[in-house]
C-alpha cells in the first residue's frame, strides 16, 4: 500500500473512531481531535481541567476503541517511584523477581500529575522520553504504543509540586478542558443518569497505530511550512532577531527547539486526517496554541494586564 493510500485508510478510520468516541463522550471535540493527533504523533499530552470534565472517561474510552491496555495512576504526595515503576521481591525460591507497576501498559492516566513529588515525577519522566524503565540497575522496555496522559487540577495548588519546565516540554500538547455548553450539558445529563451501557467496537488495534505513527513521519513538508514554523518559535523568544514587541513586553522565557519539531509532526498529522497528503502553514497554526501554551513564561506586566497566554500566541500567529 502506497502512502497515500494509506492517508486514505487513516481518514476513514479517524472518522470511525471520531463516531465510537462520541457515543460516549458528548461534545468536547477539540479535546478529542488533539489527544488523537498526539497519539498518532506518538508523543504525550497534559489536560488542564477542572475536576468532573469526564477527563478520565475520555482517556478510558479512547484506550477501548483502539485496543490498547489502559492504567489509571492516581498520583499523591506518598507516591513513590516504585509504585508506578514496579519492584522487586523475593520468590518462594529466594530469587529477586521484577513484579511491574502499572506504567506496563499502553496507554497511562497520570491523574493529577502535580500532586506527586519531583522524584516520582522523574520516574515518569524516563518512561515518557526513553520509553523505557530502570529498576534495581535493570533496564525494561515499556509495550508500544506507549502514551502518556497527564491531568491538572487549575485551580486548587495546595499541596502541590508544580512540574518542572523540562518535564512540561515533554508534553506535546497542552489541552484546556473546558465547561460545556448549555445543550451538551443537557445531553450529558439525560445519558448519565440511566442505566444504559454502551458498548464500545475497537476501531484499531496497536499494530495499526504504530504503522500510523510511522506514516505520519513520512510524509513530506515543503521547505515554507518548515521556515515558519522555526520563525514563529524563534519570535517567542526575547532575545532573538524575530521577536516582536509582544514577546520583548510579556514574555520572560520562550520556546526551544522540541516545540518546532511538535508544530511540524502535530501539522503532519493534523493535515494526514484531513485527507491532505502533505501539511500547509493552516495546519501549523491550527495546533500552535496548545504546543506553545506550556512552553511559554509570561512576565508580571502581562499577569498584571490580564494578557493570558492564548492571547499572546494568537498575536505572535
Known amino acids: 500500500m502506497s502512502d497515500k493510500e494509506a492517508i486514505d485508510r487513516l481518514v476513514v478510520h479517524y472518522k470511525e473512531l471520531k463516531n465510537e468516541i462520541h457515543k460516549v463522550i458528548i461534545g468536547q471535540d477539540e479535546v478529542v481531535d488533539q489527544v488523537l493527533i498526539s497519539i498518532f504523533s506518538r508523543a504525550h499530552c497534559l489536560l488542564v481541567g477542572v475536576p468532573g470534565l469526564a477527563k478520565t472517561l475520555l482517556v478510558n474510552t479512547i484506550a477501548q476503541t483502539l485496543g490498547l491496555t489502559f492504567n489509571r495512576i492516581q498520583f499523591t504526595p506518598d507516591l513513590m517511584p516504585s509504585d508506578i515503576v514496579g519492584s522487586e521481591i523475593l520468590d518462594e525460591t529466594k530469587n529477586f523477581k521484577f513484579i511491574k507497576g502499572p506504567l506496563f501498559s499502553n496507554v497511562i492516566l497520570a491523574d493529577e500529575i502535580n500532586r506527586t513529588p519531583p522524584k516520582t515525577q522523574s520516574a ?97 513538508v515543503a521547505d515554507n511550512v518548515m521556515e515558519y514554523a522555526v520563525k514563529l518559535v524563534g519570535k517567542t523568544r526575547i532575545n532573538s532577531d524575530e521577536a516582536p514587541k509582544i514577546t520583548k513586553d510579556f514574555i520572560t522565557w520562550g520556546a526551544g527547539p522540541r516545540a518546532s519539531q511538535y508544530l511540524i509532526v502535530g501539522a503532519k498529522c493534523h493535515a494526514a486526517i484531513r485527507g491532505k497528503y502533505s501539511p500547509d502553514i493552516e495546519d501549523v497554526k491550527a495546533v500552535a496554541k496548545a504546543i506553545l501554551r506550556h512552553r511559554l513564561v509570561r512576565n508580571y506586566r502581562a499577569e498584571a494586564e490580564d494578557y493570558s497566554m492564548d492571547r499572546i500566541i494568537e498575536e505572535l500567529l
Open 124 to 220: 515518569l519522566l524516563e518512561a515518557m522520553q526513553e520509553k523505557r524503565v530502570t529498576a534495581a540497575g535493570t533496564t525494561y522496555d515499556l509495550p508500544a504504543p506507549f502514551f502518556v496522559l497527564a491531568t491538572q487540577n487549575p485551580i486548587e495548588q495546595e499541596g502541590t509540586y508544580p512540574l518542572p519546565e523540562a518535564q512540561l516540554d515533554r508534553f506535546m500538547f497542552n489541552i484546556w478542558v473546558d465547561y460545556p455548553s448549555y445543550v451538551e450539558e443537557l445531553a450529558i445529563v439525560k445519558a448519565t443518569t440511566t442505566d444504559t451501557h454502551i458498548e464500545l467496537n475497537e476501531i484499531l488495534n496497536a499494530q495499526e497505530i504504530i504503522e500510523y505513527q510511522n506514516l505520519i513521519r513520512r510524509i513530506p
